[in-house]
Protein backbone atom coordinates (compact mmCIF):
# COMPACT_ATOMS: atom_id res chain seq x y z
CA UNK A 1 0.00 0.00 0.00
CA UNK A 2 1.85 3.60 -0.76
CA UNK A 3 1.64 6.34 2.03
CA UNK A 4 -1.15 8.60 2.29
CA UNK A 5 -2.06 11.53 4.47
CA UNK A 6 -5.42 11.70 6.13
CA UNK A 7 -8.01 13.81 7.92
CA UNK A 8 -11.10 14.50 9.37
CA UNK A 9 -12.97 17.37 8.29
CA UNK A 10 -16.12 19.30 10.52
CA UNK A 11 -18.72 19.85 7.88
CA UNK A 12 -19.54 18.51 4.27
CA UNK A 13 -18.67 21.41 2.51
CA UNK A 14 -15.22 21.42 4.15
CA UNK A 15 -14.38 17.20 2.90
CA UNK A 16 -15.92 19.14 -0.91
CA UNK A 17 -13.31 21.74 -0.76
CA UNK A 18 -10.02 19.71 1.07
CA UNK A 19 -11.06 17.45 -1.89
CA UNK A 20 -10.92 19.92 -4.86
CA UNK A 21 -7.57 21.48 -3.33
CA UNK A 22 -5.73 18.27 -2.55
CA UNK A 23 -4.80 15.95 -5.75
CA UNK A 24 -5.62 12.36 -5.84
CA UNK A 25 -7.73 12.45 -2.46
CA UNK A 26 -10.75 10.59 -2.09
CA UNK A 27 -13.17 10.18 0.03
CA UNK A 28 -13.79 7.38 3.29
CA UNK A 29 -16.37 6.09 4.95
CA UNK A 30 -16.88 2.34 5.74
CA UNK A 31 -14.15 1.60 3.31
CA UNK A 32 -15.52 -1.82 2.23
CA UNK A 33 -14.25 -1.21 -1.68
CA UNK A 34 -11.57 1.63 -1.41
CA UNK A 35 -9.35 -0.40 0.58
CA UNK A 36 -9.33 -3.43 -0.80
CA UNK A 37 -8.22 -1.34 -4.21
CA UNK A 38 -5.88 0.60 -2.26
CA UNK A 39 -4.16 -3.17 -1.17
CA UNK A 40 -4.05 -4.26 -4.75
CA UNK A 41 -2.34 -0.60 -5.74
CA UNK A 42 -5.83 -0.31 -8.11
CA UNK A 43 -6.21 2.99 -5.94
CA UNK A 44 -3.48 4.87 -4.45
CA UNK A 45 -4.70 7.90 -3.04
CA UNK A 46 -2.52 10.39 -1.94
CA UNK A 47 -4.97 11.90 0.56
CA UNK A 48 -7.72 10.19 2.41
CA UNK A 49 -10.74 12.53 3.67
CA UNK A 50 -13.02 10.48 6.63
CA UNK A 51 -16.49 11.84 6.42
CA UNK A 52 -17.32 9.63 9.20
CA UNK A 53 -17.91 12.57 11.49
CA UNK A 54 -20.31 14.28 9.20
CA UNK A 55 -23.85 13.59 10.63
CA UNK A 56 -25.08 12.23 7.65
CA UNK A 57 -26.40 8.98 9.10
CA UNK A 58 -29.72 9.42 9.77
CA UNK A 59 -33.13 8.32 7.70
CA UNK A 60 -35.31 11.53 7.89
CA UNK A 61 -38.84 12.52 6.42
CA UNK A 62 -39.67 15.06 3.36
CA UNK A 63 -42.66 17.39 3.19
CA UNK A 64 -43.09 15.29 -0.42
CA UNK A 65 -43.68 12.08 1.85
CA UNK A 66 -40.75 10.17 0.78
CA UNK A 67 -37.18 9.75 2.50
CA UNK A 68 -33.84 11.30 2.82
CA UNK A 69 -31.57 8.53 3.43
CA UNK A 70 -27.77 10.33 4.69
CA UNK A 71 -24.70 9.49 2.41
CA UNK A 72 -23.26 7.76 5.70
CA UNK A 73 -26.74 5.29 7.12
CA UNK A 74 -25.25 1.57 6.87
CA UNK A 75 -26.57 -0.82 4.79
CA UNK A 76 -27.68 -2.80 7.29
CA UNK A 77 -29.59 -0.23 9.11
CA UNK A 78 -30.90 1.07 5.75
CA UNK A 79 -32.40 -2.37 4.96
CA UNK A 80 -33.65 -3.02 8.66
CA UNK A 81 -35.96 0.52 8.65
CA UNK A 82 -39.27 -0.24 9.04
CA UNK A 83 -40.18 2.40 6.99
CA UNK A 84 -37.53 1.09 3.79
CA UNK A 85 -39.36 -2.54 4.75
CA UNK A 86 -42.88 -1.00 4.31
CA UNK A 87 -42.82 1.26 1.75
CA UNK A 88 -39.88 0.35 -0.34
CA UNK A 89 -39.42 -3.03 0.37
CA UNK A 90 -37.44 -3.58 -2.99
CA UNK A 91 -34.63 -1.64 -1.41
CA UNK A 92 -34.98 -3.61 1.62
CA UNK A 93 -34.53 -6.61 -0.60
CA UNK A 94 -31.58 -5.36 -2.91
CA UNK A 95 -29.89 -4.59 -0.15
CA UNK A 96 -30.13 -7.90 1.77
CA UNK A 97 -28.88 -10.11 -1.57
CA UNK A 98 -25.85 -7.91 -1.45
CA UNK A 99 -22.01 -8.97 0.04
CA UNK A 100 -22.59 -10.49 3.45
CA UNK A 101 -23.90 -9.50 6.60
CA UNK A 102 -20.15 -8.02 7.83
CA UNK A 103 -19.49 -6.01 5.29
CA UNK A 104 -23.50 -4.54 5.12
CA UNK A 105 -22.42 -3.28 8.73
CA UNK A 106 -19.81 -1.09 7.51
CA UNK A 107 -20.61 -0.04 3.70
CA UNK A 108 -22.99 3.08 3.18
CA UNK A 109 -25.56 4.44 1.05
CA UNK A 110 -23.53 6.96 -1.07
CA UNK A 111 -20.40 4.19 -1.04
CA UNK A 112 -22.68 1.30 -1.96
CA UNK A 113 -23.80 3.87 -5.24
CA UNK A 114 -19.97 4.36 -6.23
CA UNK A 115 -18.14 1.70 -5.47
CA UNK A 116 -16.07 0.34 -8.54
CA UNK A 117 -16.47 -2.28 -10.97
CA UNK A 118 -15.75 -5.99 -10.20
CA UNK A 119 -14.32 -6.61 -13.71
CA UNK A 120 -11.35 -9.24 -13.30
CA UNK A 121 -9.48 -7.02 -15.68
CA UNK A 122 -9.60 -4.10 -13.69
CA UNK A 123 -8.54 -5.42 -10.47
CA UNK A 124 -5.24 -6.79 -12.41
CA UNK A 125 -2.60 -3.72 -12.40
CA UNK A 126 -0.62 -6.27 -14.93
CA UNK A 127 -3.31 -6.26 -17.44
CA UNK A 128 -4.41 -3.17 -19.98
CA UNK A 129 -7.72 -1.73 -18.55
CA UNK A 130 -9.58 1.78 -19.73
CA UNK A 131 -11.29 2.08 -17.20
CA UNK A 132 -8.35 1.86 -14.27
CA UNK A 133 -5.69 3.63 -17.12
CA UNK A 134 -7.33 5.74 -19.65
CA UNK A 135 -6.17 5.04 -22.80
CA UNK A 136 -4.24 1.54 -22.03
CA UNK A 137 -6.73 -0.81 -24.10
CA UNK A 138 -9.66 -2.86 -22.72
CA UNK A 139 -8.19 -6.55 -21.72
CA UNK A 140 -12.12 -7.75 -21.37
CA UNK A 141 -12.65 -7.83 -25.14
CA UNK A 142 -11.32 -10.89 -26.44
CA UNK A 143 -10.75 -12.25 -23.07
CA UNK A 144 -13.06 -13.93 -20.47
CA UNK A 145 -16.67 -12.07 -20.26
CA UNK A 146 -18.51 -14.51 -18.48
CA UNK A 147 -19.53 -11.67 -16.05
CA UNK A 148 -19.53 -8.80 -18.25
CA UNK A 149 -22.27 -6.52 -19.84
CA UNK A 150 -24.34 -7.54 -23.09
CA UNK A 151 -25.83 -3.89 -23.26
CA UNK A 152 -24.35 0.03 -22.25
CA UNK A 153 -20.82 -1.01 -23.24
CA UNK A 154 -18.49 0.28 -25.79
CA UNK A 155 -15.70 -0.39 -27.16
CA UNK A 156 -13.52 1.06 -24.94
CA UNK A 157 -15.29 -0.93 -22.02
CA UNK A 158 -17.55 -3.70 -21.10
CA UNK A 159 -17.70 -3.70 -17.40
CA UNK A 160 -21.11 -4.38 -15.52
CA UNK A 161 -22.01 -2.07 -12.24
CA UNK A 162 -21.77 -4.39 -9.33
CA UNK A 163 -24.72 -2.92 -6.95
CA UNK A 164 -27.95 -4.36 -5.99
CA UNK A 165 -28.85 -1.38 -4.58
CA UNK A 166 -28.37 0.83 -7.17
CA UNK A 167 -30.61 -1.12 -8.65
CA UNK A 168 -33.72 -0.53 -6.39
CA UNK A 169 -32.37 3.10 -6.61
CA UNK A 170 -33.26 3.33 -10.06
CA UNK A 171 -36.48 1.79 -9.70
CA UNK A 172 -37.74 3.96 -6.98
CA UNK A 173 -36.54 6.89 -8.84
CA UNK A 174 -34.08 8.03 -6.73
CA UNK A 175 -32.37 11.44 -5.78
CA UNK A 176 -28.62 12.03 -5.16
CA UNK A 177 -27.88 15.35 -3.34
CA UNK A 178 -24.30 16.18 -3.47
CA UNK A 179 -22.52 19.42 -1.94
CA UNK A 180 -19.99 21.25 -4.16
CA UNK A 181 -16.40 22.24 -3.31
CA UNK A 182 -17.59 25.90 -3.62
CA UNK A 183 -20.53 24.76 -0.74
CA UNK A 184 -23.51 24.84 -3.54
CA UNK A 185 -26.15 22.16 -3.74
CA UNK A 186 -26.94 20.04 -6.37
CA UNK A 187 -29.58 17.05 -7.04
CA UNK A 188 -29.07 14.70 -9.40
CA UNK A 189 -31.82 12.10 -10.15
CA UNK A 190 -30.42 8.85 -10.25
CA UNK A 191 -31.30 8.30 -13.89
CA UNK A 192 -28.28 10.81 -14.48
CA UNK A 193 -26.42 9.58 -11.87
CA UNK A 194 -24.33 7.12 -13.77
CA UNK A 195 -22.64 6.98 -16.85
CA UNK A 196 -21.94 4.90 -19.87
CA UNK A 197 -18.29 4.39 -20.96
CA UNK A 198 -18.38 5.59 -24.15
CA UNK A 199 -14.90 6.70 -24.91
CA UNK A 200 -14.38 7.84 -21.56
CA UNK A 201 -14.93 4.62 -19.01
CA UNK A 202 -12.76 5.70 -16.31
CA UNK A 203 -15.31 8.61 -15.65
CA UNK A 204 -18.34 6.18 -13.56
CA UNK A 205 -20.80 9.19 -12.95
CA UNK A 206 -21.69 13.07 -13.04
CA UNK A 207 -20.35 13.81 -10.16
CA UNK A 208 -17.39 16.79 -10.40
CA UNK A 209 -14.34 16.54 -8.42
CA UNK A 210 -14.40 16.76 -5.39
CA UNK A 211 -18.29 16.77 -5.07
CA UNK A 212 -19.66 14.73 -2.21
CA UNK A 213 -22.63 12.78 -1.83
CA UNK A 214 -24.53 13.95 1.64
CA UNK A 215 -28.00 12.06 0.51
CA UNK A 216 -30.34 10.02 -1.32
CA UNK A 217 -34.21 10.96 -1.24
CA UNK A 218 -36.77 8.91 -2.15
CA UNK A 219 -39.92 9.66 -3.52
CA UNK A 220 -43.20 9.07 -1.77
CA UNK A 221 -44.30 5.44 -1.79
CA UNK A 222 -45.09 3.88 -5.54
CA UNK A 223 -47.70 1.28 -3.52
CA UNK A 224 -48.00 -1.79 -5.40
CA UNK A 225 -45.91 -5.30 -5.47
CA UNK A 226 -41.79 -5.19 -5.02
CA UNK A 227 -40.04 -8.18 -6.00
CA UNK A 228 -36.09 -7.92 -6.43
CA UNK A 229 -34.00 -11.28 -7.39
CA UNK A 230 -30.61 -11.84 -7.96
CA UNK A 231 -29.44 -14.61 -9.81
CA UNK A 232 -25.30 -15.66 -9.04
CA UNK A 233 -22.99 -18.40 -8.80
CA UNK A 234 -23.02 -18.45 -4.84
CA UNK A 235 -25.80 -18.30 -2.42
CA UNK A 236 -23.75 -15.20 -0.88
CA UNK A 237 -21.32 -12.96 -1.18
CA UNK A 238 -21.57 -12.76 -5.09
CA UNK A 239 -22.58 -10.13 -7.60
CA UNK A 240 -24.90 -10.66 -9.66
CA UNK A 241 -25.48 -12.39 -13.26
CA UNK A 242 -28.42 -10.92 -13.95
CA UNK A 243 -30.45 -9.19 -11.14
CA UNK A 244 -34.44 -7.64 -11.61
CA UNK A 245 -36.26 -5.70 -9.73
CA UNK A 246 -39.68 -4.38 -10.67
CA UNK A 247 -42.77 -2.71 -8.55
CA UNK A 248 -46.22 -3.89 -10.42
CA UNK A 249 -49.25 -2.31 -9.56
CA UNK A 250 -52.72 -3.94 -9.23
CA UNK A 251 -53.72 -2.60 -12.45
CA UNK A 252 -50.76 -4.67 -14.10
CA UNK A 253 -48.82 -0.75 -14.75
CA UNK A 254 -45.47 -1.07 -13.12
CA UNK A 255 -41.64 -0.76 -14.03
CA UNK A 256 -38.57 -2.85 -14.32
CA UNK A 257 -34.59 -2.30 -13.84
CA UNK A 258 -31.85 -4.89 -14.66
CA UNK A 259 -28.64 -4.90 -13.02
CA UNK A 260 -25.32 -7.02 -14.08
CA UNK A 261 -25.94 -6.72 -17.69
CA UNK A 262 -24.75 -3.33 -17.91
CA UNK A 263 -22.45 -0.51 -16.81
CA UNK A 264 -25.01 0.79 -15.05
CA UNK A 265 -28.51 -0.16 -13.45
CA UNK A 266 -30.43 -0.70 -16.27
CA UNK A 267 -34.59 0.90 -16.94
CA UNK A 268 -36.03 2.14 -20.30
CA UNK A 269 -39.12 3.80 -20.37
CA UNK A 270 -40.49 1.86 -23.27
CA UNK A 271 -39.68 -1.37 -21.10
CA UNK A 272 -41.60 -0.07 -18.11
CA UNK A 273 -44.32 0.85 -20.92
CA UNK A 274 -44.82 -3.08 -21.80
CA UNK A 275 -45.22 -4.48 -18.56
CA UNK A 276 -48.82 -4.73 -19.08
CA UNK A 277 -47.95 -6.90 -21.99
CA UNK A 278 -45.93 -9.58 -20.27
CA UNK A 279 -42.81 -10.79 -19.90
CA UNK A 280 -41.20 -10.99 -23.53
CA UNK A 281 -42.25 -7.28 -24.69
CA UNK A 282 -40.49 -5.99 -21.65
CA UNK A 283 -37.59 -8.03 -22.50
CA UNK A 284 -37.49 -7.21 -26.09
CA UNK A 285 -37.44 -3.79 -25.46
CA UNK A 286 -34.77 -3.80 -22.48
CA UNK A 287 -32.49 -6.07 -24.59
CA UNK A 288 -33.17 -4.56 -27.89
CA UNK A 289 -29.83 -3.69 -28.25
CA UNK A 290 -27.62 -6.08 -26.91
CA UNK A 291 -24.09 -6.70 -28.10
CA UNK A 292 -23.21 -9.98 -26.34
CA UNK A 293 -19.81 -12.10 -26.05
CA UNK A 294 -19.62 -16.04 -26.85
CA UNK A 295 -19.25 -15.87 -22.78
CA UNK A 296 -22.19 -14.21 -21.84
CA UNK A 297 -24.80 -14.59 -24.54
CA UNK A 298 -26.39 -17.15 -22.00
CA UNK A 299 -26.92 -13.77 -20.17
CA UNK A 300 -30.01 -12.86 -22.80
CA UNK A 301 -32.08 -16.38 -21.67
CA UNK A 302 -30.76 -15.94 -17.74
CA UNK A 303 -32.66 -12.34 -18.11
CA UNK A 304 -35.84 -13.25 -19.55
CA UNK A 305 -36.53 -15.65 -17.69
CA UNK A 306 -35.14 -13.86 -14.41
CA UNK A 307 -37.54 -11.12 -15.87
CA UNK A 308 -40.52 -13.45 -16.32
CA UNK A 309 -40.17 -14.97 -12.83
CA UNK A 310 -40.18 -11.99 -11.20
CA UNK A 311 -43.21 -10.36 -12.79
CA UNK A 312 -45.58 -13.53 -12.04
CA UNK A 313 -43.96 -13.73 -8.66
CA UNK A 314 -44.93 -10.12 -8.91
CA UNK A 315 -49.01 -10.59 -10.30
CA UNK A 316 -49.64 -13.69 -7.75
Excluded at 96 to 102: E, N, Y
Aim: charged share 20%; net charge positive; glycine share 8%.
Amino acid sequence: MKPFTYERPRTPAEAAASAAQMRGARFIAGGTNLLDLMKLEVETPAHLIDVNGLGLDQITETPEGGLRVGSLVRNTDLAADTRIRRDYAVLSRAILAGASGQIRNRATTAGNLLQRTRCPYFYDTNMPCNKRAPGSGCSAIGGVTRQLAVIGASDACIATHPSDMAVAMRLLDAQVETVRPDGAARVIPIADFYRLPGNTPHIDTALDAGELITAVTLPKPAGGTHVYRKVRDRASFAFALVSVGAIVQADGSGRVAMGGVAPQPWRMDAADAAVPQGAKAVADRLLADARPTDDNAFKLTLAARTLSAVLAQARA
